[in-house]
């Protein structure tokens, strides 16, 4: 059994989902006989999700399965397009601007009403973001803010063992300052050409009055400003069904009436359903599935590239690995086609630079160590003075599903190079990423990253930057290098985005010198729907944009 | 026994997974009968074909465990190509090859070792506990019974397999062969206690023990003399089906992530590894499941055969 | 009588504390930061993860949470779990799941073994009881690990007669895991049955009722049966007890979201929470299914008498 991320939250019903779905399939039919007097307009879906991790506010959902609900029921600043993955002002913003690249003065489109008819304002912003990052609240994406000028005023101060020592001393962030009804300005703590592209996701929604007076029943019932509203409450395990919002203020409205999230516990189970028809739409599939998937679906069979990427990191500070060359030779050893058809079917793009394909300044000869050279990796390993009797360790967090790639990752090591392996994946992520922040990698390591936003610099700065050495980001392989630092500021505040991404790929060149980790693959996503709906596209971030979908027939 | 002893021993059973048979034998307790117990049980054996069908599978998975190489046909269980991934058995490969393209008769055959150590170990570490639990609380009684009986109790109310999941994902015993069975020991020795407990007190008021007592013997030499060989019979029934339900359990564990981990190699680890690849791949599945199937089957059939022959009231 | 169940659930009292303070240690005992796992391989910020850490009692020392946990529970509080979600809510949702599992497996177990085991009794060493015999030796060594596969693949999906997994198919898909799940019981009450009629059979009074020239079904049915049924019956009950507590192969194997699901989904995300109220309940259904046994086989059994 595999618990992936994705599943492995609390499993649902599904007495009460069975019930949901005989309903569906009546409304089914009722839509369908609507459909055919309004047109293109109208009908009813169904769609699969995994139960959401948390209740559905905004600040404190990190996932997809909630973010995807969210997405329905929220428009943010920006929208991100979902064919070149760049952002586009079809949302709330009518503009962001900046001359220094560090002070943004935000100007929102007027006409823009939460579900519950309250305007949309400069200072529905400016309250969720306050909101989210003072810690008392214990919102998860608290740490998208960390760049805005005084968000360390509203963190609490903590000593060694988490314990609160001072609250916080002050409820809102400098930094943030409402102008008038329609304006806002924001200040970072230091430039960032990207920001206009990081305030489409998740964490920057707005938020209405209707919130702060009662936070947990709006995670049950949202109030969004999105093309769909929330008649009645998320049924944990169950699902929620969302109608089309007939106020909203967007350039694209739902084409459909509703829309319907069910909870599925297993992807095994919503792809039998998707088989039967019960469900209509599913945006990932389970991985026995994928090899007959295609045939099966034909055009209603859909795959796209994420935003993230694999890597092998390798721990800087351990001595066995402290040589680039070493790390090199690593890399060379792997066969990464051969592992993705054997292994993930064929799902997995070998990874050929730092920068996810997605997103501009992505490069497909960037890295020439991350090609199988078997020779070279062992003329490489024998100069270096590697140490071949001593097995490596190969770390990963346990119950993910990630044995079977980690262990051919592990026999091409033995076979290719001649070293041992030992497999370290025992220790779940509770356990594992702390060791991971106090340097306990003995050997090479899974790390992984998915995209908070389309930019070049989220695959680089987050990784790899010294800013985001742990405990305060994810920079695993405990990799600095003030050269590379200094060229991700300059890209960060080039007035252009030529020079940015020019900027960024000196900055991979760089990494790829050093070569802390070695990229392994990008994933591609697998998604159908059934013949009931179309136009169904999922994005970078594996999400599907629920008002894009048509009920047909 | 009273009534709830015998309610008692039929839920440790089943607990156990030993659902076979009745209760244990009533032994009786002088040395000559003992005696013809063991000679009438042994001439029962022979004559028993389960007895024998677990016996000649028994040694075969030892001899497997011994000597795994002969029996993988000279495959090496690491010698691993991707290219033959998930091929289907063949005349050349009996067993196929797994998903990461190792011979799959090579990998199922050297996992008896495993399994049967852990097995081994397991039953041994339970008998000790088992014993000396059973032996001091049945022979001292009073308030030293009342609270071992409620730690047993206790331990009893927790199901195997949950209780080792939890002390394993503590990982203060490691993931080893040993930290498995001493998993499995730490929440399955209760049946073993309650049996030697409930034979303890059956000897003690009898009048041997009251004799021996007269003469002077102290409690250690009439535990260890009069007593405990008294209660070896019953034990040993359980000790034998017991192998087999561990080794059940370890493939359980191992399964739901928590026994071994790879590239150890175990039948669990190769079911778990093979159930995503039920769909393409279901000869993954199906011949570790044979393997642990037989294996298990082994222990339960020489334990059942040992049980009828030891009980009196079975024989006609 | 009065006293004798009074008595046991005097002695259910700290049994049931013991059980859920050694669970609760052991949770506690768990390697790692669970709060830390919330936030995946994106860090939370300290001030988040100290907010959650003072909510949750984390960094309070172990029996000052068990304390803390026990004082809510007699307040009919079993707590949160770190999503901010009631643990009666999870329990309420996965409990009937179980409970028809339960029903299903018991149900076959009660019918097909009892059937078996009679055949088999009436005549000892024909072939029927021959049969009976080796197959329930075989059916108890398969592990149910196996068992659970081989149903699944053969009949789920080779044959298409039941469902694969999941729960979308109402009773219809608990057949085929709660036959699994009875496996092992089944093949017991088969063997219980058989050497009870068997036992019966010989027995004075079934002799007696020959003589008088009963005819043979009237003797096996109303007079070898009842008394022969008695352990059956009780065992089977002291069963239920055992299968409340949630199979946690079975139910992952077939995706049911039952009682079993949630200890292992809990254990793994450290739950604590979750696993305490979860396995406070199982060792209550354990304890109170085993005193109903014992009870009614009083009643059902004249010969014993508890006071």
């Known amino acids: 059994m595999k618990f992936s991320k994705r599943n492995s939250s609390l499993v649902a019903t599904a007495v009460a989902a069975a019930l949901l779905m005989t309903a569906c399939g009546g409304s089914d039919e009722e839509g369908s006989g609507e459909g055919e007097a309004a047109e293109q307009a109208g009908g009813t879906f169904s769609m699969y999700i995994g139960q959401p991790e948390n209740p559905l506010v905004p600040g404190n959902t990190n996932e997809t399965e909630g973010g995807q609900v969210l997405d329905s029921l929220f428009t943010g600043l920006v929208q991100y397009d979902a064919e070149t993955n760049e952002a586009v002002f079809s949302g709330v913003a009518a503009s962001i601007e900046s001359d220094d690249k560090q002070t943004w003065t935000v100007t929102l489109n007027e006409g823009w009403t939460f579900h519950d008819g309250t305007d949309v304002t400069a200072q529905s912003f400016v309250d969720a973001w306050n909101y989210t990052a003072y810690s008392p609240n214990a919102q998860g994406n608290s740490y998208f803010f960390a760049n805005v000028a005084g968000y360390g005023d509203l963190q609490a101060e903590t000593d060694d063992n988490d ?39 998740t964490a920057f929604f707005p938020l209405p009055e209707a919130f702060f007076a009662d936070p947990e029943g709006f995670g049950e019932q949202p109030i969004g400003n999105g093309p769909f509203q929330a008649d009645e409450p998320f049924v944990p395990d169950e699902g929620i069904t969302l109608t089309k919002y007939e106020e909203y203020a967007g350039d694209e409205p739902a084409n459909a009436d509703s829309v319907k999230y069910v909870v ?113 990796a062992n003329s490489l390993l024998d100069e270096a003075g590697f140490d071949r009797s001593q097995p490596v360790d190969l770390w990963f967090n346990a119950g993910a599903g990630h044995e079977g790639w980690m262990e051919a990752v592990g026999n091409q090591i033995r076979e290719n190079l001649d070293v041992e392996f030992q497999l370290r994946g025992d220790l779940q992520q509770s356990e594992f990423l702390p060791l991971k922040d106090a340097k306990g990698m003995t050997g090479p390591f899974r790390d992984a990253w998915v995209m908070d936003y389309p930019v070049a610099e989220n695959f680089l700065g987050p990784l790899y930057s010294s800013a985001a050495l742990p405990p305060a980001g994810s920079n695993y392989t405990f990799y600095s290098n003030p050269e590379f630092d200094a060229l991700l500021v300059e890209g960060n505040s080039a007035s252009n985005d030529e020079d940015a991404i020019a900027a960024y790929q000196a900055a991979e ?42 009920v047909v027939g | ?162 209780g080792a999941l939890v002390i394993l994902r503590t990982g203060s015993l490691g993931r080893g062969v040993v930290a498995v069975a001493i998993a499995l020991a730490a929440f399955g020795w209760m049946t ?42 019953p034990v040993l029934v359980y000790a034998t089906i017991t192998v087999g339900v561990l080794i059940a359990a370890e493939a359980t ?64 | 009588m009065g006293r004798y169940v009074a008595r046991r659930l ?30 995946g391989d994106r860090p939370l910020s300290p001030g988040v993860v100290a907010e959650l850490r003072a909510q949750y009692n984390l960094n309070d020392p172990l029996v000052v949470q068990y304390g803390k946990y026990v004082g809510n529970l007699l307040q009919g509080d079993l707590g949160t779990d770190f999503r901010g979600r009631q643990v009666i809510d999870t329990i309420s949702q996965r409990l009937p799941v179980t409970a028809q599992l339960t029903l299903v497996a018991i149900l076959f177990e009660a019918v097909i073994g009892i059937i078996a085991g009679v055949l088999a009794g009436i005549r000892r060493n024909g072939f029927l009881d021959n049969l009976v015999l080796v197959s329930s030796t075989l059916i108890v060594s398969i592990p149910i690990l196996v068992l659970a596969f081989v149903a699944q693949y053969v009949f789920g999906l080779q044959l298409g007669l039941f469902p694969i997994s999941g729960l979308g198919e109402g009773w219809y898909s608990f057949l085929l895991p709660g036959l699994v799940l009875a496996s092992g019981s089944l093949a017991y009450v088969a063997r219980l049955t058989r050497t009870s009629v068997a036992e019966n059979m010989r027995a004075d009074y079934v002799r007696t009722a020959r003589a008088k020239g009963l005819p043979n079904r009237t003797v096996v049915v109303r007079h070898t049966l009842r008394n022969s049924l008695i352990p059956v019956v009780t065992f089977i009950g002291a069963d239920i007890g055992n ?17 079993g699901r949630a200890i292992f989904d809990s254990v793994r995300q450290q739950e604590g929470a979750v696993v305490v109220g979860i396995v406070t309940l199982m060792v209550f259904f354990f304890i109170f299914f085993n005193l109903v046994v014992d009870v009614l086989y009083a009643v059902l059994d004249p010969r014993i008498r508890y006071d």
Not at chain 1, 177 to 198: C, G, I, K, M, N
Not at chain 1, 315 to 342: E, G, L, W
Not at chain 2, 272 to 290: C, E, K, M, N, Y
Not at chain 3, 11 to 35: Q, T
Request: glycine letters at 8%; a negative charge.
């Open chain 1, 163 to 201: 314990v609160v020592i001072a609250p916080p001393v002050a409820e809102q962030m400098s930094g943030l300052r409402v102008v008038d009804d329609l304006t806002f300005e924001v200040e970072l703590t230091s430039p960032y050409a990207q920001w206009p592209t990081t305030v489409g996701y």
């Open chain 1, 264 to 376: 599925y516990a297993e992807q095994e189970t919503a792809y039998t359903d998707l088989q039967g028809g019960q469900v209509d739409i599913m945006d990932t599939l389970p991985p026995d599935a994928i090899a007959s998937a295609p045939d099966e679906f034909g055009d209603r069979y859909i795959e796209t590239a994420q935003g993230d990427i694999t890597s092998l990191g390798f721990p800087t500070y351990d001595q066995r690995f402290a040589d680039p060359n070493v790390r090199k030779a690593f890399s060379m050893a792997i066969d990464r086609q051969a592992i993705s058809d054997a292994i993930f079917n064929g799902t997995r793009t070998p990874a050929t630079s730092f920068i996810s394909p997605v997103v501009k300044g992505h490069r497909d000869d960037a890295c020439e160590v991350c090609e199988l050279n078997v020779e070279e």
């Open chain 1, 509 to 550: 060149d760089i990494l790829l010198e050093d070569f802390p980790s070695a990229p392994l693959f990008y994933r591609l996503n697998q998604g159908a729907h059934s013949e009931n709906v179309e136009n169904v596209i999922i994005d970078a971030f594996g999400r599907i944009d629920a008002a894009a979908v048509r």
């Open chain 2, 1 to 162: 026994m009273t009534d709830q002893q015998q309610a008692d021993r039929r839920h440790d059973e089943v607990e156990a997974g030993t659902t076979t048979g009745l209760a244990a034998p009533s032994v009786d307790v002088t040395d000559a009968r003992q005696n013809s117990l063991w000679s009438d049980a042994w001439r029962d054996l022979k004559r028993n074909r389960l007895f024998w069908i677990g016996a000649v599978l028994g040694v075969l998975f030892l001899l497997m465990a011994t000597f795994p190489s002969v029996f993988a046909r000279g495959a090496d269980p690491r010698a691993c190509n991707l290219a033959n991934s998930k091929q289907k058995p063949s005349g050349e490969h009996w067993f196929g090859f797994d998903q990461q393209g190792c011979d799959y008769l090579a990998n199922v055959v050297f996992g008896a070792r495993n399994s049967l150590i852990i097995g081994a170990l397991a039953v041994l570490v339970i008998l000790v506990l088992g014993v000396i639990v059973g032996a001091v609380s049945g022979f001292f009684g009073g308030v030293i019974d009342s609270l071992l009986s409620r730690v047993t109790d206790i331990f009893y109310a927790l199901p195997l397999v949950l």
């Open chain 2, 192 to 233: 073993a206690m309650r049996l030697v407990r409930s034979q303890v007190i059956a000897v003690k008021s009898s009048d041997y023990v009251a004799a021996a007592r007269a003469m002077g013997a102290s409690n250690g030499r009439i535990l260890v003399r009069h007593i405990l060989p008294n209660a070896v019979a």
């Open chain 2, 253 to 316: 564990l191992t399964f739901l992530g928590v026994g071994l981990q790879r590239p150890a190699i175990s039948w669990g680890l190769q079911i778990d590894a093979g159930q995503s690849l039920l769909r393409t791949a279901p000869h993954l599945v199906f011949f570790p499941s044979i393997i642990l199937t037989l294996t298990v089957m082994a222990f339960i059939m020489m334990g059942d055969a040992l049980r009828d022959a030891l009980d009196p009231r079975q024989r006609s």
């Open chain 3, 10 to 39: 005097l002695l259910a009292i700290p049994v049931m504390i013991g059980a859920s303070f050694l669970i609760f240690a052991m949770v506690y005992a768990l390697p790692g930061d669970p709060i830390r796992a919330l936030g």
């Open chain 3, 243 to 259: 299968l409340m507590g949630g199979a946690i192969v079975t139910e992952s194997v077939f995706n049911l979201p039952g009682v």
